[in-house]
T-cell receptor, first 110, second 112 residues
């Protein structure tokens, strides 16, 4: 089975900090995605990557950036964390037939 | 722009009932459709994936159907159990895109 691992289940960060969320998949998938999930808003796509060093903006990229230096790792970066970025962050990978998700990172910005 | 709607938003049923969850989408040019389960505070677990050329997929007590022409998919859960309590999400990948668009989910509670 494909495994998608997110490095932290829970994170608490201060306003203005630079935050790194890491995601690693072990099945050589081309495509990787970062979503955030908020009550009443569902899952919203932040960024995705379809190859190493390739990235595309999703629906809500403002305040975020990403890095994909190796195929198995896709990092989400909050350049200067703000309280409105408190959310559940979900990483997924895909080889074209469906997503496999990680277990999520609950980020709280105080 | 693809939009995905799930009805009902919440459902509470006694154990043993057969139930149907609905998902509708606005653009019928889909590549595939995926149903997920999410437990509180957790990530999403894939349940079933239906390719655009398929009409249905089955896994154990779960059956998902797809009708592209009417823009609908249903997830049928047979003989529901308390362990089925979770939020069920439908996601649609439109042809020519990499990403999935998600519905807001149906929160299911199965009472013992």
């Amino acid at each position: 089975d494909v495994k998608v691992t997110q490095s932290s289940r829970y994170l608490v960060k201060r306003t203005g900090e630079k935050v790194f969320l890491e995601c690693v998949q072990d099945m050589d998938h081309e495509n990787m995605f970062w979503y955030r999930q908020d009550p009443g808003l569902g899952l919203r796509l932040i960024y995705f990557s379809y190859d190493v060093k390739m990235k595309e903006k999703g629906d809500i990229p403002e305040g975020y950036s990403v890095s994909r230096e190796k195929k198995e790792r896709f990092s989400l970066i909050l350049e200067s964390a703000s309280t409105n970025q408190t959310s559940m962050y979900l990483c997924a990978s895909s080889l074209g037939h469906g997503y496999t998700f990680g277990s999520g990172t609950r980020l709280t910005v105080v | 722009k693809q939009e995905v709607t799930q009805i009902p938003a919440a459902l509470s049923v006694p154990e043993g009932e057969n139930l149907v969850l609905n998902c509708s989408f606005t653009d019928s040019a889909i590549y595939n459709l995926q149903w997920f389960r999410q437990d509180p505070g957790k990530g999403l677990t894939s349940l079933l994936l239906i390719q655009s050329s398929q009409r249905e997929q089955t896994s154990g007590r779960l059956n998902a159907s797809l009708d592209k022409s009417s823009g609908r998919s249903t997830l049928y859960i047979a003989a529901s159990q308390p362990g089925d309590s979770a939020t069920y999400l439908c996601a649609v990948r439109t042809s020519g895109t990499y990403k999935y668009i998600f519905g807001t989910g149906t929160r299911l509670k199965v009472l013992a």
